[in-house]
Nanobody
């Protein structure tokens, strides 16, 4: 049985930081590209960041590049998203998703076949 569990969301003031974690089980972790995908109210889901199987390649959507950092620990089956300089427009539900046997894709959600339930990030003063 596959499980994908996110943690670390919450309320933060503009300019603040949060760190998200995602622990997975039920499939071979290092055979999956891992992504963080967010959905703001009234908007479509967007791939924020993605990391390759062994972490050698990382990808970011333009709006978060330089502020967010994605990493993974294959020994712990965990992927992280460090978010700095958060802005109100970063407010969204953040989902961890796995593209098993697939490469990262920032433009298409179809490769991501395992998803978590999401963790809410709210940036507000």
């Amino acid at each position: 049985r596959v499980t994908v569990v996110e943690s670390g969301g919450g309320l933060v003031q503009p300019g603040g930081s949060l760190s998200l974690s995602c622990v997975v089980s039920g499939f071979k972790f290092d055979d999956a590209s891992m992504a963080w995908i967010r959905q703001a109210p009234g908007k479509e889901r967007e791939v924020v960041s993605c990391i390759s199987y062994y972490g050698t390649s990382t990808f970011y959507t333009n709006s978060v590049r330089g502020r967010f950092t994605i990493t993974r620990d294959n020994a712990e089956n965990t992927v992280y998203l460090q978010m700095n300089s958060l802005q109100p427009e970063d407010t969204a539900m953040y989902y961890c998703a796995a593209a098993f046997g697939r490469l990262c894709d920032l433009d298409d959600l179809k490769p991501y076949n395992y998803w978590g339930q999401g963790t809410q990030v709210t940036v507000s003063s």
